[in-house]
Nanobody
Framework: QVQLVESGGGLVQPGKSLTLSCVVS????????ANWFHQAPEGHRELVAS???????NYTDSVKGRFTISRDNAKNTIYLQMNSLKPEDTAVYYC??????????????WGKGVLVTVSS
């Protein structure tokens, strides 16, 4: 069974930084691609950042220049470095990974989410 566990959330003041981590564990062949989503209170789950198998990254406009997604394949870990945080970044952040469980089968898995609160 594959599990994704996020960590690193918490309360932070505007303008400060946080780094989220997502550890992928279980019987996996490789991590094909990974994404970070967020869901604000009373909002929809939205894609924040993505990273492909070759390291190509994409970001939603609201976080470009402030957030950086990265991966450590040796540790099966995906990171989201969040700088210059704003109150509107307050949300539950979810890790999503497309995991190759065999050479020919890719399955999407989700973590349970971690809360980030940006407030003074």
């Amino acid at each position: 069974q594959v599990q994704l566990v996020e960590s690193g959330g918490g309360l932070v003041q505007p303008g400060k930084s946080l780094t989220l981590s997502c550890v992928v564990s279980g019987s996996i062949f490789s991590i094909y691609a990974a994404n970070w989503f967020h869901q604000a209170p009373e909002g929809h789950r939205e894609l924040v950042a993505s990273i492909g198998s070759g390291g190509t990254t994409n970001y939603t406009d609201s976080v470009k220049g402030r957030f950086t997604i990265s991966r450590d394949n040796a540790k099966n870990t995906i990171y989201l470095q969040m700088n210059s945080l704003k109150p509107e970044d307050t949300a539950v952040y979810y890790c999503n990974a497309l995991v190759a469980v065999t050479r020919s089968r890719v399955v999407s898995y989700w973590g349970k989410g971690v809360l980030v609160t940006v407030s003074s």
